[in-house]
């Protein structure tokens, strides 16, 4: 995890892949040029604002990845309305403040068309006033998160607690136990998920043992592991991230928990974080997403879009449904779908369209947005991990209702 961590601008600009045209726009910003010219209509400008440095720089060099390669597909069927697509991509450093900065010179300085990005809540937070209120900008937002989030103009692309927890908290009930303990890191997405998780848990029958916040760089778990074994919890429904997500895991396995038939839950573990331990450590541990890799065995479109990723960018930024590349795969796409239909780009007439848009093929499957909740349906897949690999073990019959806003 440490070497992901301190991932720099130089490895980014390396990874760039198929734009080696990318030019530098200041500290933490790259403008991919739109491939050809248009005398008649300037080229649609699509603003990126990810973490490309920083603790989660693995997961929003992959988002950043995902963007260059679903702008490259569209530009190569001819762009959109006649008009190619330039993307400009800035880091947010996983540092508010400097990512408001780096998000004003996408509205103010590039004038984009369009926002996507921010992986964490308080990201999301801090940047959606400088593009929806003040920057008059349309803004996507890509990953799984605690719900709750309904300002005008804010489309959100990602699970939500209701498609995370409804079906996989009554399976982990039966595959794991009733008793639960909700160990999670202070800030909003643990502390709003906790809420919606404890009445799911309440519902069916299960009960929550303890629920504890620790501070975002806590690496010393032994006091929370102990109350863990004591209380003979049966699953440890986690939302502590890293860099401590992996030392508990860690410790929870040398005391003991996996081997006495305990079972690990975390609704953000993708492909990237099996990587942070050891496969023993975190053997049998649950997740509820979108979209696992393991799909494309019975998947082409999965399969193809996989393929074309690991082309473009081999490495260890993965295309992953925890790190926002799946919701920022579909984000891209259904604004693509409303682009269209709406013939323009303003954010009124794209935001009107956007409202009720649909793809018929994305990762994990089709997607729709629910209209006049501004969030998005889609399909769920619950799966474990087993010698360092994902198994699907449930799926959800339909597209998944966010039952937001």
């Known amino acids: 995890m440490s070497d992901r961590s301190q991932l720099s601008r130089r490895r980014f600009l390396s990874n760039l892949a198929f734009a080696s045209g990318a030019v530098a726009t200041g500290v933490g910003g790259w403008v991919i040029p739109a491939p050809w010219a248009n005398a008649a209509e300037a080229p649609i400008k699509v603003g990126i604002a990810t973490d490309l440095t920083g603790p989660i720089a693995y997961a929003g060099n992959a988002d950043a990845n995902v963007a260059k390669m ?91 607690p209701a498609q995370q927890c409804d079906e996989f ?81 860690k410790q929870l396995y040398e005391a003991g928990f996996l081997k006495n038939g305990g079972r690990l839950a975390c609704v953000y573990y993708d492909e990237n974080t099996l990587n942070i331990n050891q496969a023993a450590e975190i053997e049998g541990l649950a997740s509820c997403l979108d979209y696992f890799k393991v799909l494309t065995k019975e998947n082409p479109f999965d399969a193809k879009i996989q393929a074309a990723y690991e082309k473009d960018f081999p ?21 693509e779908a409303a682009v269209k239909e709406a013939g323009k780009v303003d954010r009124d007439s794209v935001a009107a369209a956007l409202d009720h848009a649909k793809i018929a093929e994305g990762p994990g499957g089709p997607a729709e947005m629910v209209p006049g909740k501004r969030h998005c349906k889609m399909k769920m897949y619950t799966a474990v991990a087993k010698g360092g690999n994902y198994e699907i073990v449930g799926r959800s019959d339909g597209l998944v209702d966010p039952k937001e806003c």
């Open 70 to 160: 679903v702008i490259k597909e569209i530009n190569a069927g001819g762009g959109l309305l006649g008009r190619p697509l330039e993307l400009f991509i800035e880091d947010t450093a996983s540092n508010e403040s400097v990512a408001v900065g780096n998000v004003r010179k996408l509205i103010q300085r590039d004038k984009v068309d369009m926002v996507l990005g921010g992986i964490t809540s308080s990201m999301r937070n801090a940047i959606k006033d400088p593009i929806v209120a003040r920057g008059k900008t349309l803004y996507i937002y890509p990953q799984l998160y605690e719900g709750k989030e309904c300002t005008p103009y804010l489309f959100c692309t990602g699970p939500t």
């Open 169 to 249: 908290i009554p399976w982990l009930i039966k595959n794991g136990g009733k008793k639960f303990a909700l160990p999670s890191a202070n800030y909003v997405w643990p502390h709003t998920l906790n809420v919606y998780a404890r009445k799911v848990i309440e519902a069916n029958g299960g009960e929550v043992v303890f629920e504890e916040y620790y501070p975002l760089d806590q690496v010393d778990f032994s006091s929370t592991v102990n109350r863990i074994i004591s209380n003979k919890v049966d699953v440890v429904f986690n939302t502590v991230i890293p860099p401590g997500v992996g030392p508990f895991f």
């Open 315 to 335: 490495g260890n930024f993965l295309f992953a449904a925890g790190s926002a590349a799946t919701g920022t795969y579909r984000g891209l796409k259904l604004w």
